[in-house]
């Protein structure tokens, strides 16, 4: 458990399965910069290989951080907004990884406040998930080719869904949308999907994780283990724990975020997306 500052208040309980599976996957990463009110959670579910789930890790984010502190230096009229500086990211990292032939990929999410507001973007199948006084919210997308809006694009480009014991590009993968993936580009498309809003007091927890999470349990299921549980690592091991006993046989982390004392002083009750942006479709 750790707390992120004196500014943000949010404290970080992190869960993972390395040491029951070998060949993990999967990376997570957490940054701050508390002086500008911003702070970041994010999970990568890697396949075919580690390397671009950690470079995804390593890279995205900053990346992120170095425009956007670019940005600031321009006069407002000018700057770009931050939705378009984490789409920059995701396409730069792909990029990088592309063009060093690595054929490696990975799912990405991205959560981000910055002040009173929030963005979350995703590729893949790693969920983000937030609680509300209505219930559960899913704030990302599943990008599986066989969503109609996916196979069309896929199938425009020439590519091709095929179902072997589920939906997959080329007969390959099951998803629609990653990082890296080089030898399935372009089918394969890393645009994300972001969803920009405004936190609320109805606001407690936030879960990120992998499928080997979502295969065996509900968003609402997860939200009221983690709600029961109160401790953030607490929650986040039982999350992971639960998804075991119910027969998960894919990668597990888990990263929760308690941000009851964040939300708590804030003026807005409840939660506002403000705009969902996806420029693949």
């Not at 999967?26 to 959670?41: L, R, V």
């Not at 009221?224 to 046989?249: D, F, I, M, N, Y």
């Not at 003026?267 to 403000?274: A, G, L, P, W």
Request: hydrophobic fraction near 40%; include cysteine.
């Amino acid at each position: 458990m750790e707390m992120i500052g004196e500014l943000m208040k949010i404290l970080i309980g992190i869960s993972e399965d390395i040491g029951w599976r070998e060949g993990m996957e999967d990376k997570y990463a957490i940054y701050q910069k508390p002086e500008k009110n911003f702070f970041s959670a994010e999970v990568y579910d890697g396949h075919g290989g580690k390397t671009a789930a950690r470079i995804a890790a390593e890279m995205l984010t900053p990346h992120f951080l170095h425009t956007w502190a670019k940005e600031s230096e321009k006069p407002l009229k000018r700057r770009r907004l931050e939705w378009e500086l984490i789409r920059e990211a995701y396409i730069a990292v792909d990029g990088y990884i592309v063009e060093r032939g690595i054929e490696s990929g990975t799912t990405a999410a991205n959560f981000y406040i910055i002040g009173d507001r929030f963005i979350a973007a995703n590729v893949g199948d790693t969920r983000i998930i937030i609680g509300t006084k209505q219930g559960v919210f899913v704030l990302t997308l599943d990008h599986k080719p066989d969503l109609p809006e996916e196979r069309l694009r896929i199938e425009a480009l020439g590519g091709n869904v095929i179902d072997y014991d589920v939906p997959r590009v080329q007969g390959i993968l099951a998803m629609s949308r990653a990082i890296g993936d080089t030898g399935l580009k372009p089918y394969v498309s890393c645009e994300p999907r972001i969803a920009e809003g405004y936190l609320g007091k109805e606001n407690d927890y936030v879960v990120l994780a992998c499928d080997g999470v979502w295969d065996v349990l509900t968003p609402q299921g997860v939200l009221e283990l983690v709600q029961r549980a109160g401790e953030p690592q607490k929650a986040a091991e039982l999350v992971k724990t639960k998804a075991l006993e119910e027969g998960s046989t894919d990668n597990i982390t888990v990263v929760v975020l308690d941000l009851r004392e964040y939300t708590g002083h804030l003026k807005r009750d409840t939660m506002k997306i403000s705009e969902i942006v996806d420029k693949a479709m």
